[in-house]
């Protein structure tokens, strides 16, 4: 997980030590969260249609590494960006994003919260990521707003319709608590000393948590890094303007795990049943500032997790393959297998994705399961795909199963080859005319998604 205030900057160049690319262990499902990304009036216009220069960066370095955009929000500066394992994604349902405003009497979307919740193996999780109130004096404004955007966001269904009904929630951010009572001068030399522990006692978050009941539900690992705020841009010197704002740990990573309750109704004790059934544990494993990035007056603040569940579902609901070889010299045929019942519709598809796509609508091409269905058995559908819906270049693909009632792929058929035209390369087509084939065989951008 990654929070950063990006101070409306563009990024950098590069962010394999944000993401912990060249770790020994590749983490299962990454979650970025940023807030101040650039929202002037024709900036936002045009990322609300196009990708933002941070989501885009994030995502050309993830997918190639078969990592996949499960779901994004945005509101102005607020940015939520979820990715996993391509072998994940028949595994994550009930995707929802939601936001709430609380900047300028709530009209603007300068401060306040978005959200991405979702069902992983079965497990309820949910991914806060807020801006909150800034200055010293309002410690007591961010805990109201906190708790205003836990009471306004709802999600449909009757599933954790709450954020705090969710097994896990992640609540992270700009949450521009400050150190309070501490002069500038004893600040300074506990960072400089690294007696981070000295501060701790005065931390406006910490404080909060001791007399809030909402904020006791939450757990945070140690502040045992520098504090993230604030800096001179493109430099590791806190604050030297005639401001000389105090550092701060504004930049946090909290979570909660839903606790069991002494007694409850009939439902709530279902609840525990299926929770002792499956249990599901949290451990974190890094808590820490990356101070080598100094494009921000913010620093980024990293926290690696480990989940220990058992999955409540094991198989995905469809298994889906190529029926023999794949080229754009002929028709080819999608052979797939409901494996557990579950709401079909006249919207499903099938696409075929090449390996290091970015998110669902990153798709080569696709066919409807129930119109282009050619034959049916109890057990096994084939579905039909014209040829000149393949690439002709050909390349490692997949082919996924959407399901428009539950709005997410629901089956991934291991990776295969689809062989380069041979008609092409017999005709001499350029490479321009190739990809101009390639074009006009990609996907279509007004699908449902």
């Not at 929202?39 to 216009?45: A, E, N």
């Amino acid at each position: 997980m990654v929070t950063w205030n990006v101070a409306t900057v563009d990024p950098p160049d590069d962010v394999t030590l944000l993401l912990h690319l060249n770790s020994p262990k590749r983490p299962d499902l990454y979650v970025i969260g940023l807030q101040e990304v650039f929202s002037g009036p024709l900036r936002f216009v045009s990322d609300s249609v196009f990708d933002d220069s941070w989501s885009k960066l994030l995502v050309d370095t993830l997918a190639p590494r078969r990592y996949v955009k499960v779901s994004s929000i945005r509101m102005q500066g607020l940015l939520l960006l979820c990715f996993c394992k391509l072998k994940h994604l028949p595994f994550i349902r009930d995707i929802q994003a939601r936001y709430t405003r609380t900047g300028i009497l709530g009209y603007w979307g300068n401060k306040g919260g978005v959200s991405v919740r979702l069902s992983f193996y079965g497990h309820m999780l949910c991914f806060l990521n807020c801006h909150l109130a800034a200055h010293m004096d309002y410690a007591t404004q961010r805990v109201d707003e906190f708790e205003h955007i836990l009471d306004a966001q709802a999600f449909s269904g009757p599933t954790a319709p709450r954020i705090v009904d969710h097994r896990l929630v992640f609540w992270f951010g700009d949450l521009n608590f400050r150190i309070q009572d501490h002069g500038m001068h004893f600040v300074r030399s506990c960072i400089d000393e690294r007696t981070y522990d000295l501060l701790w006692s005065k931390d406006q978050l910490t404080m909060m948590r001791e007399k809030e009941p909402v904020l006791q539900e939450f757990e945070e690992g140690p502040l045992d890094f520098p504090p993230t705020y604030k800096f001179d841009l493109n430099t590791d010197t806190y604050d030297s303007s005639g401001k000389k704002r105090k550092p701060a740990w504004t930049d946090r990573i909290l979570w909660r795990l839903r606790r069991k309750a002494p007694d409850g109704p009939p439902q709530e004790e279902e609840d525990e049943g299926e929770e002792e059934e499956y249990p599901l544990r949290v451990r974190q494993e890094l808590y820490t500032s990356n101070m080598e990035y100094s494009v921000s007056d913010h620093k980024p603040v990293v926290g690696v997790f480990t989940l220990e569940l058992r999955k409540k579902c094991a198989a995905p609901l469809v298994r889906l393959q190529p029926d023999g070889d794949w080229s754009a010299d002929m028709d080819a045929m999608v052979l797939y297998s409901p494996l557990q019942a579950f709401p079909s519709s006249a919207w499903d598809w099938i696409g075929l994705y090449k390996v290091g796509f970015a998110s669902v609508s990153d798709y080569i091409t696709y066919t409807w399961v129930k119109d282009d269905e050619v034959a049916s058995s109890e057990e096994v559908v084939q579905v039909y795909v014209g040829k000149e819906e393949i690439p002709v270049r050909g390349g490692e693909c997949v082919l996924c199963y959407y399901s428009d009632s539950l709005q997410c792929i629901v089956g991934v058929s291991d990776a295969f080859k689809v062989q380069g035209s041979k008609v092409a390369g017999e005709e001499g087509l350029m490479s321009e005319q190739i990809d101009a084939l390639d074009r006009t065989a990609s996907r279509e951008e007004d699908l449902r998604s």
